[in-house]
């Protein structure tokens, strides 16, 4: 279901579809784009952040929120590239991305992807697991994006609210991953 896009005809294949990569690390948003930040508590303690770090790292939180995940590694790291397939009937969106970087440490970890050609959206979105002081754990996605595809511009306020309904449902997702039993 990909269809024309805004992106320059001279882009290469493997090539992001958007300037500032990297920039969900600094939570910061370029300017065309349209910034978004959810933050939701998955509980509190080492455990929790280490169980949801790892549903995050090994894809295992995108499974399980209902897409498919296709990586070129079974952990995120510069450089895997990845396509997040949604269907909806008949209807089969595939949006090809490349993680663009990490982070593994003790208190936080996440990782960010960008678009590449064939994506709907154009722009990044990260994913971080991080303990506060207070010793809860958060899931924060943060993004910036605008329409690639004509599909995604003519659904307009809609495509951003369903952005915001699938970072919250993430993070109802791993709540449950890093807290449940198995």
Known sequence: MNGPTDEPANRQPGELTYPDVGSTR???????????????LLGHGPEVQ???????????????V?????????????????????????LRIEAPCLVV????????TGFAYGTLPGHPECGEESFVVETAADGGVRLTVTAFSR????????AGPLARALQRAYARRCGKVLRRLATSAD
């Open 26 to 40: 600094k939570n910061h948003c370029p300017p065309g784009f349209r910034p978004l930040q959810v933050r939701v």
């Open 50 to 64: 280490r169980a949801a770090g790892n549903a995050v790292l090994t894809w295992r939180m995108h499974r399980a």
């Open 66 to 90: 209902g897409v498919t995940i296709t990586a070129d590694a079974p952990v995120a790291a510069p450089g895997v590239r990845v396509v997040v397939g949604l269907a909806a009937g008949p």
């Open 101 to 108: 970087w990490t982070v593994t440490e003790e208190r936080r």
């Open 147 to 154: 329409p690639a595809a004509w599909w995604a511009r003519a």
